[in-house]
């Protein structure tokens, strides 16, 4: 699928973690050919594990499936909002070929808002970065979360 259907696909993901609390985040691994390896969505919340962020466990059940240890070589990370340092990281460890993301993250953002860890040119491995991908849709479902959370 190409990477606007994968968003799509992520943001029903995102949707279902803000159903059970997390944060709305979502994340497709798609394969060289465009087939989706991996998804996975936040479960910080659901599993009281800071590090269970949707690109993580996306990263790591695709190198799972895709064949060539762990290396993700010609895969795509597509997000739902742009990663922060740590799956940022996870990306370019992963040696993924592409990140495509939705919205902004002005405040963590690690591709390209607060920092740019994916294309430090002093890293051997430099994946493309797509940003802004259904950018609204995937703003407003982090803002209505946000905003629903204020209410309670
Ligand atoms: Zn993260």
């Given at each position: 699928?190409?990477?606007?259907?994968a968003?799509?696909?992520?943001?029903?993901?995102?949707?279902?973690?803000?159903?059970?609390?997390?944060?709305?985040?979502?994340?497709?691994?798609l394969?060289?050919?465009?087939?989706?390896?991996?998804?996975?969505?936040?479960?910080?919340?659901?599993?009281?594990?800071?590090?269970?962020?949707a690109e993580?466990?996306?990263?790591?059940?695709?190198?799972?499936?895709?064949g060539d240890?762990?290396r993700?070589?010609?895969?795509?990370?597509?997000?739902?909002?742009?990663?922060?340092?740590?799956?940022?990281?996870?990306?370019v460890?992963?040696?993924?070929d592409?990140?495509?993301?939705?919205?902004h993250?002005?405040?963590?953002?690690?591709?390209?808002?607060?920092w740019?860890v994916?294309?430090?040119?002093?890293?051997?491995?430099?994946?493309?970065?797509?940003?802004?991908?259904?950018?609204?849709?995937?703003?407003?479902?982090?803002?209505e979360?946000f905003?629903?959370?204020?209410?309670?």
């Amino acid at each position: 699928m190409s990477p606007e259907q994968a968003m799509g696909r992520a943001l029903e993901l995102a949707a279902a973690a803000g159903e059970w609390g997390d944060t709305p985040i979502g994340a497709v691994v798609l394969g060289p050919d465009g087939a989706v390896l991996a998804e996975a969505a936040n479960e910080r919340e659901k599993h009281g594990d800071p590090t269970a962020h949707a690109e993580v466990l996306a990263l790591r059940a695709a190198a799972r499936v895709h064949g060539d240890g762990w290396r993700l070589t010609g895969a795509t990370l597509v997000v739902t909002l742009e990663p922060c340092t740590m799956c940022a990281g996870a990306a370019v460890l992963s040696r993924v070929d592409r990140v495509v993301y939705g919205a902004h993250d002005p405040k963590a953002g690690a591709a390209g808002s607060l920092w740019d860890v994916v294309r430090d040119r002093r890293l051997n491995h430099r994946p493309q970065v797509v940003a802004g991908v259904r950018e609204a849709e995937c703003g407003a479902l982090l803002r209505e979360f946000f905003a629903s959370r204020r209410g309670l």
